[in-house]
């Protein structure tokens, strides 16, 4: 799917469009993740989807798709390793398994910035049988950053939505990382600056 007919789409159905995007993006979307949300950040931008609703279906579609992921794990075990190598995802699903193995519950938030494994993490987690409880702590937390960055990052530079995807797709965790540092120093300076301009 090209970003054109994405955001076609989603000026279609709207805010749904989002969330069904990003929740059948478990099963395999033909299109990237951070495209979805930084297009929903874009539209909001816009004045086409009003911002907060966009955000939170957006999100919940994030959380809920990779949940769906947790949830197959903990059902169906080593049966979805089969099927991830049949979709030649083997290199993924070593990685995965790596980040686990190397940083157990920290993959979760790791694997957020890296796509593909972002999928398959919430797989084997459920299959080692992670708790929920712990899944949904270091999930949903990292996600809700995750999903605020591109969708921020739409809002501010929709023309320039494949470029930045490109460049989050080979540069993975260390971009996302640069990017959330830089939001929070902007943030804190700009804090910062309406004290010193209200005393």
């Known amino acids: 799917m090209e970003l054109h007919e994405l955001l076609s789409y989603i000026e279609q159905y709207g805010y749904w469009a989002l969330f069904f995007c990003l929740w059948l993006g478990?099963?395999?979307?033909?299109?990237?993740?951070?495209?979805?949300?930084?297009?929903?950040?874009?539209?909001?931008?816009?004045?086409?989807?009003?911002?907060?609703?966009?955000?939170?279906?957006?999100?919940?579609?994030?959380?809920?798709?990779?949940?769906?992921?947790?949830?197959?794990?903990?059902?169906?075990?080593?049966?979805?390793?089969?099927?991830?190598?049949?979709?030649?995802?083997?290199?993924y699903l070593l990685k995965s398994q790596q980040m686990v193995e190397k940083y157990g519950h920290y993959a979760l938030v790791t694997s957020y910035f890296i796509p593909v494994v972002r999928h398959i993490v919430p797989y084997l987690v459920g299959m080692n049988n992670m708790s929920f409880k712990a899944y949904a702590l270091y999930s949903y937390t990292t996600g809700f950053v995750w999903t605020l960055v591109y969708f921020v990052l739409g809002s501010l530079f929709g023309q320039h939505i494949e470029s930045i995807v490109a460049i989050a797709i080979e540069y993975g965790v260390y971009f996302g990382g640069l990017v959330f540092v830089v939001a929070s120093g902007a943030y804190l300076y700009k804090q910062r600056r309406s004290t010193v301009m209200s005393k």
């Not at 949300?37 to 874009?42: I, T």
């Not at 390793?81 to 995802?89: A, F, G, H, Q, T």
């Open 26 to 91: 478990i099963i395999g979307m033909p299109i990237p993740d951070e495209m979805i949300v930084m297009s929903g950040g874009f539209v909001s931008s816009l004045g086409v989807l009003s911002f907060i609703p966009a955000f939170l279906l957006t999100y919940l579609g994030v959380v809920s798709g990779l949940s769906l992921g947790y949830i197959l794990g903990k059902i169906f075990g080593t049966k979805i390793l089969d099927k991830l190598m049949k979709k030649k995802k083997a290199k």
